[in-house]
């Protein structure tokens, strides 16, 4: 059944003559260019891009019909094209920043050359198409919708035109509208309505599928990793952090911002402060919200935080970087990936409980904590994809817990630490703050919401008194500090009365993009917060800081763009790359054959080409049988081909000569030689080989003056 | 109609969403989502692609013959709203050569202000009414992802009088001219010409006196029968041929049949007509001339036997068209003469049309023997110089120049 209708035209295989529809085309693709040199920043590949572009595009214009295109710029163009490919391969394992961008470019420009017909041209936007999908993946910030929206504005003037074109091509009679008149500019106007109507149609529908769309939140079948920037070092416990250290004089207050938080070190010292910048240092693409973890301190000496256990076990790498951590999770798991763009500590940010890690490193490392390092500083540019556990813990599930046995567990002791400097007040205050509570968790909640509550954030928080033990300074003296204050108090508070608490650092969710889908991380956004040991519940997070959430824990998956408005219609997971696995396992059973069958037929169809053209090459004459002859006759269809001016198989040599004697000195003597060449009894010497050579060469030169 | 474009885009939109799922890169929800926007905006728009197009169609002429050029205009405009862009049209023109009548046309804007004009001038190809079919319409707005096909109504009707060549002689028509003639027939005419007995319904003003003294009997006047010379045009309708090509015997008969009433008219002879068509009514009176083209515009072959048409009318001089003669014709035709009916025939020779064989040269034979004026009327490359306008006074065949 025909279910649609083919607008294939006539104009679709014909050479295009339409300037105006190259010229929209060729500005679609230059538009294309400038977007993937926008979000790489390779401008030079635009600027070559381009410029390759429009020589080509000028090539396809003048030289548009078959019989005039040039043998050699289309060899040229082939090899090129293969050229970049291998600059592709090269390029991927080299290093070389953003191969695929630039062989989408390269390739795009080279193609130009091919731009003969309407589909060509068609084919140009579809190139367009995968520059602009290298480019959204690359993208971070909504200035790439420019671009987007110029793309298709051109498109869809392209598609209008040729429409129009058409039209006119189709039809004996074209009626056009009235003369200029006032009412000529009204018309206009009407034109320019209806431009306006359907942009504000299109976006109203762009938008309403954008919302409406489901998004299938599955595992991708290939995780976002950069081979490109491979981490060579062994991992180590160090944390290597690029940011100068801040060093804070007693009673000095750094009112500097620094990009880098002081708490990503070995050891968090209390008194340290200064203020940090706003500077975007990582995306993270997630289907759900969480806080970015890095790592955790245990031990607290009443002003600074630190590992009471260095050691680490080193995870090694599987196939294509790939670290299984857990390979039985309990919950359900997303794939969150991170897009570096601040040179950063040694630290994999994860969120939940990580179960895998796609990173480009033979091995990383993961601490007592949890924490995840790698062997250097992660440059700009490094892509890493963490599939985590999803972590929502129940109320109710928790105050269940049993806790009698807590001190039993082994390490524990390493979370119930208190520093000596613990002033008594400070018991006093979280036995008074949980003596209400009846389980657990609701003192934990009692202790979280003390501090929350009680205490503002203030940024620039008094400096730290000397000798003084830091908690105790911000529960009853200063009375406001920053997240560190917040945490350090609530976890001693904690240990006092017997529960394990430690400290985490990281980085906040930060700024859902809804239009890029990233997460846009700041350097302001590093974060501190508590994690509270739950027997055989696991770690649970918490955080008094004011401002952010008390219980961060991973949110409800996106399934939406809006999710906020649909959060409650749950979709299903996708398991794409377990569905394509399944696949690819059947096609690998079945490739032997396949590769078998396909090598067959390979052989049949060439088989019966070569069989084919066998039979349609006339034989050689028998007066060609001669080398002399053949040499000759080659002279003569150089002459020809240089002419171009083919011999027609219904013409004998002379006539063909007579049609163009008159242009080209010495043809007709090349005529008769080829003739009496090929048909006389006796072969011909070695002087009419020299003399047929040298009038072909005569007739090439005249050509090439002429 | 969706496009092959159409479901392109669609595929495309589909790529970038499983795409956009796979990496979770928002770019490409978006990108999906515009490019599948842009169908939908298109299959929305394209609804009203053709609605709301009117037109009318004009032509300068109310009289219009077969072989004259019509001026005709075809007007367009939206009624409201945006205007309607890329719409294609074909115009089917009736009245032109059947190999003339598509015209295609392309409107890039049909707008709401200004009409579009489409003039044409068409040759009438032939005699006839003639209904302009529905003008039909496509359009692909706004950017080819669906077609759209529509007809717009356009009520033109126009009739087409078959084709008049002026004759500058007919001798039928040319021997008595205009005078009045009169006959010892009795009649109704001014001349007495003796009495009689009274009948009933005789005027008593007709009461001729002298004679009812004389006699004792009441005795009327009686008048001669004096007649206004009137063309009797009888146009045989049998016609079994094929009447697709417009030259053919039949069309041929009332191209002449038309010619010699607009000779008599142009004489001032009132004529009448006699035709078999029972679709086309026809008066037994006299006829004005725009009457008579009215139904020769529309008469088409029917099977009323001649005879019937020689009784039908009445008229003093006799004209008989016959498209498809035969030697039937002659018992009618002699009778007719026998009564004394001056009666030209005119025979079309079908043979010439290239269908059937000459029995119209039989038929003309047999009149001439019986001293019948007929001519004989053979399809030539020029009718206008070969029919009538070299007529022998002898009233022999005619054989076109």
Redesign the interface.
Known sequence: MN??????TPTERTPERSLQLRVITFSAQAISFTAVAYVTRLWWLALIGVGVLAVGSYYAYRYHTRDQRIRAVRLGAFIALHLAFGYLLFGIFAGVPYPQAQFAVIATAIVTFELYNRLNLFSAF?MG?IN??VA??L?RDVT??LF??LF?GLW?AF??V???ED??K?????????PK?S??I??SG??R??IV??TL??????????AL?P????R???M?LSIQIPIRAQPSAQIINPAFQLIQLEGVTAQTESEYYYGFGDALDLSYRGGLSDTLLMYV???AWSYWRGYAFDTFDGLRWSQSDNSFRTRSSRARGRFILNSRPQNETF?H?FYIAQDMPNVLWTGGAPTEVFFPAEEIAQDNTDGLRVGEAMRAGTVYSVVSEVQQHDPETLRAVDFSSIKQEPGIEAYLQLPLTTSARTHELAAQITMASTTVYDRVIAVRDYVLTTYPYDYFPPPQEPNTDAVDQFLFVDQRGVCEHFVSAMIVLLRSVDIPARFVVGYGSGDY??????YEVRANDAHAWVEVYFPRQGWVAFDPTPGWTGSPQTGDIARW?LSDLFGDVQLPN?P?AQIVNLGIGFIGAIVPFIVAAGVLIAVIVVARLLLKHAAARPRLPYALNDPTRRAVFRSYKRALRMMRAPRASSQTVQEHAELYVSQYPGLAELAALTDTSAYRPQPPDAADEVRARSLSRLITRWKTRT | ???????AFII?ALI??V????????????????????V??GW??SRSALRGIQGERAFDSDECYEGDTLDLELR?KRRSG??A??V??TEICPLAAPDQRE???????I????P???A?SVIADRRGIYHFPLLTMRS?F???FF?RRGSLNIATDILIYPEVRPITRFPLLDRKLAAQRTTNRAGYGGEVIGVRPFRSGDLPRHVHWRSTARTGQLMSKEFADEQQPTLMLILDTRFDGDTSSKHNPFEWAVKCAVSVVDYANRRHIPFTLSQGDPHVPTSSTTLTWDAFLQVMARVQPASTPFDELLHAGHGTLIVAVIPQPNIDHFIPLAAAHARGASLTVILLDNASFGIGDSRAADLHERLRTASIDCLIVRQSHDYADSFITSIPSNMAAYEPV
């Open positions: 279910l649609f209708k083919r607008t294939k579809g198409l602009l999908y959204a993946t993208s790439f919708g987007l929206l298709l869809l598609m209008w040729a429409d129009t039209g006119i189709r039809s004996a009679v074209v009626l056009r509208a009235m008149t009412r000529t009204r018309f009407a034109l309505a209806r109507q359907i149609l299109g976006l109203a529908c762009a938008g309403a599928i954008f769309t998004r299938f939140v599955g991708p079948l290939f976002p693409s997630s289907p794939v990936s993009n809804p239009i890029t889908n990233f763009a996708l794409i | 109609m969706v496009t092959g474009r159409a479901v495309t970038l969403y795409f956009g799922n796979q990496t979770q890169v928002g770019w490409l929800y978006v990108m999906s989502a515009l490019i599948g926007g842009l939908v905006v929305m728009l367009l945006f205007s862009y890329q294609a049209l015209n295609k046309l392309f409107a890039p804007v707008s709401t202000q200004t579009l004009v489409f044409y692909g706004p950017f080819g077609r």
